[in-house]
C-alpha cells in the first residue's frame, strides 16, 4: 500500500466508526432523558443500543447525509474546545441528525 493512500483509507475506515460511536450515545441520553426504566416502555435493551449505532453509522457513511454530519461534528468540536458545558446538555448536541 502506498504511503499516500494511508490517511484516506484510515479516515474511510474511522468516520463509520464514530458514527457508530454517536448512535450509542444518542441512544443513552434519550433513555436516561425519557427515563425508559418505566413500566410502559421497560429496560433498555443492548440490541437497540446497537441498532441505534448502526443506524447512525450508515447516515455517516450515506453521502446525501454526509455534509449534515460534518456540520454536527465541527459544531461539537467547538462545544468541546470552548468548554460550553451547557450545550452538551441539550437535545440538538446529543441527536446524530
Given at each position: 500500500?502506498?504511503?499516500?493512500?494511508?490517511?484516506?483509507?484510515?479516515?474511510?475506515?474511522?468516520?463509520?466508526?464514530?458514527?457508530?460511536?454517536?448512535?450509542?450515545?444518542?441512544?443513552?441520553?434519550?433513555?436516561?432523558?425519557?427515563?425508559?426504566?418505566?413500566?410502559?416502555?421497560?429496560?433498555?435493551?443492548?440490541?437497540?443500543?446497537?441498532?441505534?449505532?448502526?443506524?447512525?453509522?450508515?447516515?455517516y457513511m450515506?453521502?446525501?447525509?454526509?455534509?449534515?454530519?460534518?456540520?454536527?461534528?465541527?459544531?461539537?468540536?467547538?462545544?468541546?474546545?470552548?468548554?460550553?458545558?451547557?450545550?452538551?446538555?441539550?437535545?440538538?448536541?446529543?441527536?446524530?441528525?
Amino acid at each position: 500500500m502506498n504511503k499516500n493512500n494511508i490517511i484516506p483509507h484510515c479516515l474511510i475506515g474511522i468516520w463509520p466508526l464514530l458514527g457508530f460511536k454517536r448512535g450509542m450515545d444518542s441512544y443513552d441520553y434519550h433513555h436516561s432523558k425519557n427515563n425508559l426504566y418505566n413500566k410502559q416502555q421497560g429496560p433498555p435493551l443492548f440490541i437497540n443500543k446497537i441498532g441505534w449505532g448502526i443506524g447512525s453509522a450508515c447516515a455517516y457513511m450515506s453521502p446525501f447525509t454526509f455534509f449534515i454530519v460534518l456540520y454536527k461534528e465541527v459544531y461539537r468540536l467547538e462545544i468541546n474546545i470552548r468548554g460550553l458545558e451547557e450545550e452538551k446538555k441539550k437535545d440538538y448536541y446529543n441527536e446524530v441528525i
